[in-house]
């Protein structure tokens, strides 16, 4: 079972608590949370919707999660939903190559 333990926390303290410090610093205390970053020396591995949206990248869902999964080193699908999708693209092509309809 997992297991948690209850914290209530602020707007502002809640969004400053993030391990993101782009996305912490978007929100409030901007020149304080980018002053101790960057005197900390500390690296964003921009993980987040928001400090990907920040920088401009592709988020991690939709489109972009297979981007970020390959990222992370992992497989975006299991070998299942891979052997379906290219059977599928198969399919697909010989459907293309097999249409002599002249459209």
């Not at 993030?18 to 020396?41: H, M």
């Not at 690296?43 to 390959?70: F, M, S, W």
């Not at 080193?73 to 190559?97: L, W």
């Amino acid at each position: 079972p997992a297991g948690y333990q209850p914290m209530l926390l602020g707007i502002t303290k809640a969004s400053l608590a993030t391990e993101s410090f782009i996305s912490a610093a978007s929100f409030q205390e901007t020149t304080r949370v980018l002053t101790e970053a960057s005197v900390r020396g500390t690296r964003d591995g921009l993980r987040g919707l928001k400090e990907n949206v920040i920088v401009g990248r592709l988020i991690p869902a939709g489109t972009g999660l297979a981007y970020h999964a390959q990222r992370r080193g992992q497989a975006a699908f299991s070998e299942s939903d891979a052997d379906a999708i290219a059977a599928s693209s198969s399919v697909f092509e010989e459907i293309s190559v097999g249409d002599d309809s002249g459209e």
